[in-house]
């Protein structure tokens, strides 16, 4: 268990997980577009689990991945071996067998208190903007932690005034510290929603970074993440499906056909493989 979780779960602190589902990639080195090549996705998401209790869900976690190591089943998987640093350190779906990916998927199904938010960005978009700023700037350079923070505001623009303390983990990327960076944006996302909806909040932001072996809830929510990449990567939709209900919201914001904010899906407005076909006939939609 990570040694900032308490073992009493304050019910007036919102704790919110954050990790990503594909890249923010667009170039390689020489400048040459990657999206959608082997490699590269075509889609960047940014995922939010809200977790009522951490506590409890550190302690699922751990007793799942106890009784799945201790099954003879798994003995010799290289992936449940402690110095593969995989399955046996953190469950990660990209990683975990399909029984073991199963499991999770069985507990998080059964963890009714969990809460689902999303935005998801077309990287043709991005590109788009890109060169437009290019042609404004020539000096201007895209760097993939720009796509990152956007969406970040995008994502918290309404979540962050309905309580009055915030316990926000981002998964860590990379090896720099980013905290300082991602506050501005959430700052930002506060100041904004101040501003178009004249409503203050003096909320407290407790930010950081955590490895997913330190939380469970940063284990959560990368099945969540994993579960929608699928369905807007490879129209795999079974996997959205068995988790529905604790999805609240998935902003499509390049999904500009109706609306230049984009499509918004919810339980009233369900997303599935069908509500996506229209993109699979065209490799560039909206551009």
């Given at each position: 268990m990570a040694d900032n979780q308490s073992q009493e779960t304050d019910t007036s602190i919102r704790h919110y997980y954050i990790d990503e589902?594909?890249?923010?990639?667009?170039?390689?080195?020489?400048?040459?577009?990657?999206?959608?090549?082997?490699?590269?996705?075509?889609?960047?998401?940014?995922?939010?689990?809200?977790?009522?209790?951490?506590?409890?869900?550190?302690?699922?976690?751990?007793?799942?991945?106890?009784?799945?190591?201790?099954?003879?089943?798994?003995?010799?998987?290289?992936?449940?071996?402690?110095?593969?640093?995989k399955t046996a350190?953190?469950?990660?779906?990209?990683?975990?067998?399909?029984?073991?990916?199963?499991?999770?998927?069985?507990?998080?199904?059964?963890?009714?208190?969990?809460?689902?938010?999303?935005?998801?960005?077309?990287?043709?978009?991005?590109?788009?903007?890109v060169r437009e700023q290019n042609e404004s700037d020539p000096?201007?350079?895209?760097?993939?932690?720009?796509l990152y923070d956007y969406l970040v505001r995008r994502l918290f623009k309404q979540r962050l005034h309905q309580s009055s303390k915030?316990?926000?983990?981002?998964?860590?990327?990379g090896k720099s510290d980013r905290t300082a960076a991602l506050r501005e944006a959430l700052q930002s996302a506060q100041d904004r929603f101040a501003e178009q909806h004249k409503i203050?909040?003096?909320?407290?932001?407790?930010?950081s970074q955590a490895r997913p072996k330190d939380q469970a809830g940063l284990?959560?929510?990368?099945?969540?993440?994993?579960?929608?990449?699928?369905?807007?990567?490879?129209?795999?939709e079974r996997y959205t499906?068995?988790?529905?209900?604790?999805?609240?919201?998935?902003?499509?914001?390049d999904d500009r056909r109706e609306a230049g904010y984009g499509v918004y899906y919810t339980q009233k407005k369900p997303l599935n493989a069908a509500t996506l076909g229209w993109r699979r006939s065209n490799k560039k939609p909206g551009i």
């Open positions: 589902g594909g890249d923010g990639t667009l170039f390689s080195k020489r400048g040459k577009v990657l999206i959608g090549t082997e490699g590269c996705s075509r889609f960047f998401i940014l995922g939010l689990l809200e977790v009522p209790d951490p506590v409890a869900l550190q302690h699922t976690f751990d007793d799942l991945r106890a009784r799945l190591m201790s099954d003879p089943y798994f003995n010799d998987v290289p992936s449940m071996q402690v110095e593969w640093r350190v953190a469950f990660h779906a990209k990683d975990d067998l399909p029984e073991v990916r199963r499991e999770v998927f069985r507990l998080l199904r059964g963890a009714e208190e969990l809460r689902f938010f999303a935005v998801v960005a077309d990287k043709w978009r991005a590109l788009e903007y000096d201007y350079r895209y760097h993939p932690n720009e915030y316990h926000i983990t981002f998964s860590k990327r203050t909040s003096d909320a407290s932001l407790q930010v284990q959560a929510v990368d099945y969540f993440t994993w579960a929608l990449q699928r369905l807007y990567e490879r129209n795999e499906n068995y988790l529905w209900k604790a999805f609240r919201l998935v902003q499509d914001i």
